[in-house]
């Protein structure tokens, strides 16, 4: 049994949601007032992990054929033959199905606006067959959380969290531009598409460089539209400060062998970026 969970948890890779669940936790803290009622927050967690299994499963079914062929991929658990086609396709209607329910227990609102989102998570594995704006899709998919949040926190719309959509589509497209990279030569001797492919990898250490600073401008825009205190904009620069850093001493473009490279654990050290925003928001609705 552990030997399965560990599998279902690399196909998945778990430890990923933790670039959506902090903005949207940060969401719910801003509708709530930092007061959160716990059946809500559990429930959005429920609906986060169960949505993003789904996804991540239709991902796999997707992307199989490639992931077969791919150096970087190929001992992933579906084309490895540690679980079969079936078995993802179970997990995908199952996990898909249970978020559909668990949105139910939120409210009227999110057990309607459920199969939207769930549309908008699975589409995203089909952009990087047409466009090399993938990264962007990406960006959205995670994006619709914070919304999706304050929705469940509300039982209404609101445009203040789509300030958070911005944010997290330009955050997450920024670094997705640059994990692309690793596969660039495969994506494209193989037809698929990204902006490292289109563009080049100069280019795209600009574009992720551009992103990052945008991100931080909706960031504050959020921040101030809810008239959160000052040591929330002094939160954001601080996670500016994070990203210039990264920036500077971690994503390299090298003139000599025409490559982009990235130094640190990509993912690992953005996902504690996330983390560090939702803290901000936390300590600015809890401390002041």
Known sequence: MFKRLKTLSELVVLPHSV??????????????????????????VVCMVLARTAAMAYNRLVD????ALNPRTKNRPLPSGRMTPNQVRLVAAVSGFLFVL????????????????????????????????????????????????????????????LLL?????????????????????????HGLRSFVVRWGGRNALWASRILHIVMLGFLSLFGHRLDFPAFYQAGVGAIGAVLFYLHLTQYHWNPAEGSLRVKSALMAVNGWVAVLYFLNVGASLWLF
Not at 21 to 43: D, E, M, N, Q
Not at 120 to 146: D, E
Not at 170 to 179: E, P, Q, T
């Open 19 to 44: 670039f959506a669940l902090p903005f949207a936790l940060a969401s719910l803290l801003a509708a709530t007032g930092g007061k959160p009622p716990v059946r809500i927050l559990v429930w959005v």
């Open 64 to 67: 199989a054929d490639m992931d």
């Open 165 to 189: 959509t911005a944010a997290v589509v330009c955050f997450v497209a920024g670094f997705d531009i640059l994990y692309a990279a690793q596969d660039a030569a495969f994506d494209r001797n």
């Open 102 to 161: 668990a949105s139910g227990r939120l409210n009227p609102l999110c057990f309607k606006l459920s199969p939207l989102a769930l549309g908008v998570v699975f589409f995203y594995s089909h952009t990087k067959r047409f466009t090399w704006a993938s990264h962007l899709f990406l960006g959205l998919a995670l994006g619709i959380a914070p919304p999706a949040a304050w929705a469940a926190a509300t039982g209404s719309l609101s445009p203040s969290p």
